[in-house]
């Protein structure tokens, strides 16, 4: 075996594997002028050759590199998998199609079949790497303007969002009671979080409850914990949730479900800072710092009976307001970025991108799932889309309905327009601007609007235009 360095030109850095020597010469012409070339006989040498060189591309035959064929397009899966970054180019000597499509499921860029064309194998090698070099430069845009345009887990630009940040950072370094307000699927819990993490009790306790999630008879027990024999499933002690948020936070979402009589009960806890298991004798002094979340009219619920006024003034220290998803404008080609690097990275995927008007026609949609709903979507995009582009016809019909129906309503409203009127306006609009772009020539103006010129003439008397 033997590794050897062929050319050393300040070049792209590529290795070909392969046992067949009689390359050696194609490779010498062809690729060593071009790039900064290692010639290899094994797959045991690739790792050791990354270890030390920057390699941008490898040329593997799957033939030579391993026992055989197969146990070669392994090796090829074993890179691809190693860095998504790599070109990869499969060599055989095989027609057969099937090594073609397994080439191509475990990530070859490339597929040639022998004899090769060097030349040819030596431009396409060129384009691939011209674009992967694209993609990483786009990619490293892409996260250093997410990273300019996000706060912790949130994402967005926009103003109602720069508004948020603001008001997290004011409370996040105070014990202040906060409560997040917004639409289901808004993230109030990534806004929790972000309080958390950017104060003091970061790294400490963070107990996350859904009191809409829980029944109405177990809600007690996990919020307050119990005694052994408290009540007949009661096998053992165990601490509520409040007790577990000792010394860090606890984080009540949708706490308007609670009924009153554990909104009673909690509002005990807060005046006192203490908590009394169910069954228990003893209060426990608890250190925690509350942050609530809900969906609801709170006031409306106070006004009505359904939730305490003393309660109410307890949690609404500080409010922070998360707008919904249709209130955040140009914060759409931000999230919808942001998700699909999450959902193809957690899928093993290459990064896959959005046709504009996908970004157009979702940010006509109204959303009524908020960012979870986006989030769902673009999960659901990055599965069932097989290429590497989303286009609108991969869009849910009734979100194109949606998109289109808003559209009409814009150009129509509900109460119908005057057809006659409508015409008239747009008519002199268009005349009185290219009257102004030809300094008031009629003949230059209806050359402009590409009508004959005695036309104009009359649709300026037809107006009284001058």
């Not at 050393?8 to 070339?37: C, G, K, M």
């Not at 009540?231 to 948020?245: K, Q």
């Not at 009589?261 to 069954?279: D, M, P, T, Y």
């Not at 006024?309 to 080609?333: K, Q, S, T, W």
Request: net charge negative; glycine share 6%.
């Amino acid at each position: 075996m033997r590794a050897a360095a062929i050319a050393a030109a300040p070049a792209r850095h590529i290795a070909v594997v392969t046992t067949d020597e009689s390359t050696l010469p194609d490779v010498e012409q062809f690729l060593a002028p071009a790039f900064n070339t290692t010639f290899l006989n094994s797959a045991d040498e690739i790792l050791p050759l990354l270890s030390q060189v920057p390699l941008e591309a490898i040329i593997l035959d799957v033939d030579t590199v391993a026992g055989n064929t197969n146990d070669g397009l392994s090796v090829l899966g074993e890179l691809r998998n190693m860095n998504q970054d790599l070109i990869l180019m499969a060599l055989t000597r095989s027609r057969s199609r099937s090594v073609r499509l397994k080439a191509t499921e475990v990530g070859a860029d490339e597929f040639f079949v022998a004899p090769v064309d060097f030349q040819e194998l030596r431009i396409v090698l060129e384009r691939a790497l011209e674009k992967r070099s694209m993609e990483i430069e786009n990619r490293r845009l892409r996260e250093q303007i997410a990273a300019k345009y996000s706060f912790c887990d949130l994402v967005g630009a926009s103003e109602p969002m720069q508004r948020v940040y603001d008001a997290v950072n004011r409370v996040a370094s105070s014990t202040t009671t906060v409560l997040i307000r917004g639409e289901s699927g808004t993230g109030k819990e990534l806004v929790a979080r972000a309080i958390v993490a950017t104060g003091p009790r970061a790294g400490k306790p963070f107990i996350s409850v859904n009191c809409a999630a829980l029944p109405e008879h177990l809600i007690e027990a996990e919020l307050f914990g119990h005694e052994k024999g408290a009540f007949t499933d009661a096998h053992t002690a165990r601490p509520g949730h409040i007790e577990l948020a000792h010394s860090g936070t606890l984080f009540l979402d949708e706490i308007a479900t609670l009924g009153l009589a554990l909104q009673s009960k909690l509002l005990r806890v807060l005046e006192g800072r203490a908590v009394q298991r169910i069954g228990g004798k003893t209060v426990k002094k608890i250190d925690f710092r509350l942050i609530t979340a809900s969906n609801e009219n709170l006031e409306e619920l106070v006004r009505a009976g359904r939730f305490r006024e003393d309660l109410y003034y307890r949690i609404h220290v500080v409010p922070i307001f998360l707008p919904p998803l249709r209130e955040r404008y140009g914060d759409m080609p931000l999230l919808v970025d942001h998700f699909l690097r999450i959902h193809c990275a957690a899928n093993g995927m290459a990064m896959k991108r959005v046709e504009p008007d996908v970004i157009e026609i979702l940010e006509h949609y109204h959303w009524p799932g908020n960012v979870r709903e986006l989030e769902n979507l673009v999960q659901r995009l990055v599965l069932m889309v097989d290429g590497p582009t989303i286009s609108a016809r991969d869009l849910p019909q009734q979100l194109l309905f949606s998109s289109a129906t808003s559209q009409e309503a814009l150009l129509i409203p509900e109460e119908g327009i005057h057809f006659e009127e409508e015409m008239k306006r747009i008519e002199i609009a268009y005349l009185q601007a290219a009257l102004r772009r030809t300094g008031g020539r009629k003949v230059d103006a209806a050359a402009l609007l590409r009508i004959d010129a005695r036309k104009i003439g009359y649709l300026c008397r037809k107006y009284r235009l001058p």
